[in-house]
């Protein structure tokens, strides 16, 4: 997981803050690495990170865009 998280610094240029609470809400939900990166249709939508507790739009684009990069 912490991969995944890497990338949404490097490669979607998000803070600490925004990274830490994107691990905070997945750690609530028992969002694990294997079930965001599932091929074929995206295993979470904007729905429900924001459902969640992903309130920033910004943040919820930046962790589907990290997931449709490790789908292709």
Known sequence: ME???EK???DEDMSDAQVNQAKRVF???GIR???LMKTGDLA???AELEEDGIKERGLRKAILSVIRSNLG
């Open 27 to 29: 750690s609530e939900q």
């Open 8 to 10: 949404l610094t490097a």
């Open 3 to 5: 991969t995944f998280f």
């Open 33 to 35: 690495f294997k079930q």
């Open 44 to 46: 979470i939508t904007d």
